[in-house]
Each structure stands twice: as C-alpha cells, then as structure tokens.
T-cell receptor, first 114, second 117 residues
C-alpha cells in the first residue's frame, strides 16, 4: 500500500521568504514521487518528479524537492517566494504495482503575503 | 483541443437523480484517470483506464459509481441515485503512458463541480 501525508493544509509566507512544503510518503516498493500545483481556476499541472535518478529534483518556477529515503520525505522548497506562487500544492506517490494510479496527499494551500 | 476537456463545468442536481460527467482526453493518450476532489480532502482516486486493459475500479466508493471509456478515447463517469456526500469536484486526467510510471505525467482537466442538493 502507498500513502502520502502533507503536513499543514495552509502555509503562509512573505514575498521573498523561503517556501517549505512538507511531504512524507509510505510505500512498500521504491517510490516515484511527484509534486503537482493547482493555480486558482486552473487544472493541476506537474511541478516536478523524482524517479530514482538524482535525489535533488528541480522543477518549474524555481521549485525543487529532495528525496530523503531515511526520512521517507520529499519536501518542496523555493528560496524566495513570489506572489504568483500562491496556489495549492499536492504531493503524490506511485510505486505500488498493484495500483497504477497516483496516490495524492490532501494538499497544502500556499499564501504569499506582500 | 490541446488539453483535457471536461463537461459540464458545473452540475447541480437533486438527491436521488443520476448524473453523467464527460471527459475528452488529449488525443493519443492511452491512460485516463478519474479523481474526486472534496474540500479539505485532497484528490481521491476513483478509476483508471489503460488502453484495452480492464480498468482499475478499486477507487470507486460504491456501486452507484461507474465509468466507461468508449473507443479508447472519451470517458463518462456515471453516478446513480446521487447523495449529498457525492458533492465534489470530479477531475479527469490523461497520460501518454509511453514509458511506464517513471515517465508518468498527468494532464488534468478543469473538473466538473457537482453539487447535490
């Protein structure tokens, strides 16, 4: 079985501050991990993915995530928040061969204050 | 169109009625997924179609939910005898599935907001 836990349903940062969105996973097999972003009034889109190559993955819009097997984590970071980063972010895992679809976390809504 | 198209964008229905939600995936995408997004609940997997294989229905919450995919393209999600707890945004996604899960990239539609009164 596989699951994803996102700590913090809402995160608020100031513009220019560090963004840290937390994701912990559980998987019975080596996982593939993803971050998706949903901007207001738009569909979800892929931000970045980890597929067992480099543990530090860079995505679009300056975001990156680091896979840490010992901590079963895949936290999303960005050094300096921009107003346009305000959105809902979803962590997802795939790796259980019994379930082909991605298993998503409950999401974290990021607010960026001016 | 270039993206995944879902219709209707909004659906209001009365408890007990049946509803049909439609998804037009990106042309050529062999994989199609239905998810449900409830307020504060994240995305809940419902059903997955891949080519001509039998669909993975393991996420359907009850036998009131069913889905079909005709000709490997358009999919319809049907909810019979709707209940208030069915109110949610129903999202469809498609994927080319050309290289297995390592290359998995889902392209999502904008969803159908279902409200059951």
């Amino acid at each position: 079985a596989q699951s994803v836990t996102q700590l913090g349903s809402h995160v608020s940062v100031s513009e220019g501050a560090l963004v840290l969105l937390r994701c912990n996973y559980s998987s019975s097999v080596p996982p593939y991990l993803f971050w998706y972003v949903q901007y207001p009034n738009q569909g979800l889109q892929l931000l970045l993915k980890y597929t067992s190559a480099a543990t530090l993955v860079k995505g679009i819009n300056g975001f990156e995530a680091e896979f840490k097997k010992s901590e079963t984590s895949f936290h999303l970071t960005k050094p300096s928040a921009h107003m346009s980063d305000a959105a809902e972010y979803f962590c997802a895992v795939s790796g259980d061969t019994g379930r082909r679809a991605l298993t998503f976390g409950s999401g974290t809504r990021l607010q960026v204050q001016p | 169109g270039a993206g995944v198209s879902q219709s209707p964008s909004n659906k209001v229905t009365e408890k007990g009625k049946d509803v049909e939600l439609r998804c037009d995936p990106i042309s050529g995408h062999t994989a199609l997924y239905w998810y449900r997004q409830s307020l504060g609940q994240g995305l809940e997997f419902l059903i997955y179609f891949q080519g001509n294989s039998a669909p993975d229905k393991s996420g359907l919450p009850s036998d009131r939910f069913s889905a079909e995919r005709t000709g490997g393209s358009v999919s319809t999600l049907t909810i019979q005898r709707t209940q208030q707890e069915d109110s949610a945004v129903y999202l469809c996604a498609s994927s080319p599935r050309t290289g297995g899960v390592t290359n998995e990239k889902l392209f999502f539609g904008s969803g159908t907001q279902l409200s059951v009164l």
